[in-house]
C-alpha cells in the first residue's frame, strides 16, 4: 500500500506561482502512473496532469496546459507539479493520486488559493 504526502500549496496573487509537491513511501512509486487532481469548492474532483510511469508521456487537463507542468523522480518517491501563471479559477484543493488502474492511492490535499 502507497501513502501520499502533498506540500507546498499557498496562497498566491493572480499570475504568481507554485510548486507541489507528493512525496510517497510504502510501495513501489515506480508501479504507478501519478496524477494531481483539484476540488473547488462546490464542484467535483477532477484530473487535471497526469505522468506515466518512467514520465515519457503527460496528460494536462485543457484549463492548465501550458501553465502546470508534471514531473516525477522515481529514486526520490516525488511527483511534482510546477504551477505558473496562476488564476483565481486554480483555487482548489489539489490532491496526489497514485493510479495502478482500476484503483490507487490518494494523499491528504494541500490547499491553494490565489486571489486577484
Known amino acids: 500500500q502507497l501513502q501520499l504526502v502533498e506540500s507546498g500549496g499557498g496562497s498566491v496573487q493572480a499570475g504568481g506561482s507554485l510548486k507541489l509537491a507528493c512525496v510517497a513511501s510504502g510501495g513501489a512509486f515506480d508501479a504507478y502512473y501519478m496524477g494531481w487532481f483539484r476540488q473547488a469548492p462546490g464542484k467535483e474532483r477532477e484530473l487535471i496532469a497526469q505522468i506515466t510511469w518512467s514520465g515519457e508521456s503527460t496528460y494536462y487537463h485543457n484549463s492548465v496546459k501550458g501553465r502546470f507542468t508534471i514531473s516525477r523522480d522515481n529514486i526520490k518517491k516525488m511527483v511534482y507539479l510546477q504551477m505558473n501563471s496562476l488564476k483565481p479559477e486554480d483555487t482548489a484543493v489539489y490532491y496526489c493520486?497514485?493510479?495502478?488502474?482500476?484503483?490507487?492511492?490518494w494523499g491528504q490535499g494541500t490547499q491553494v488559493t490565489v486571489s486577484s
Open positions: 493520486y497514485a493510479d495502478l488502474g482500476g484503483g490507487g492511492f
